[in-house]
């Protein structure tokens, strides 16, 4: 049973930085699409960024493009995102997630195995 675990999450001030982990175990992340996906209070899970196994590529939302990071070390099993600028409307509760396939989705649907998700609070 593949078991996602994040780490990394915290508190930031507007403007800051942090960097998120996502370690994978009984699994590999390598072969796969990997997303991060996060959940604020009263809303819908949405879709911040994914990378595909298929050289690397990344996808980020609109609202993180420019800001936010996804990338891999195989080596590891992890897949990480790196965020900069935070801002206040990004404090959320953050997932990472396994693929279905090696192509990056932006959909919650296209995703089989989930972490318990990281908490991320930007506020001054």
């Known amino acids: 049973q593949v078991q996602l675990l994040e780490s990394g999450g915290g508190l930031a001030q507007p403007g800051g930085s942090l960097r998120l982990s996502c370690t994978a175990s009984g699994g590999s992340l390598s072969t796969y699409s990997v997303g991060w996906l996060r959940q604020a209070p009263g809303k819908d899970r949405e879709f911040v960024a994914a990378?595909?196994?298929?050289?690397?590529?990344?996808y980020y939302s609109d609202s993180v493009k420019g800001r936010f990071t996804i990338f891999r070390d195989n080596a590891k099993n992890t897949v990480y995102l790196e965020m900069n600028s935070l801002k206040p409307e990004d404090t959320a509760v953050y997932y990472c997630?396994?693929?279905?396939?090696?192509?990056?989705?932006?959909?919650?649907?296209?995703?089989?195995?989930w972490g318990q998700g990281a908490q991320v609070t930007v506020s001054s």
């Open positions: 997630a396994r693929g279905h396939s090696v192509y990056a989705s932006s959909s919650p649907k296209d995703y089989d195995y």
């Open positions: 990378i595909s196994e298929h050289r690397d590529g990344t």
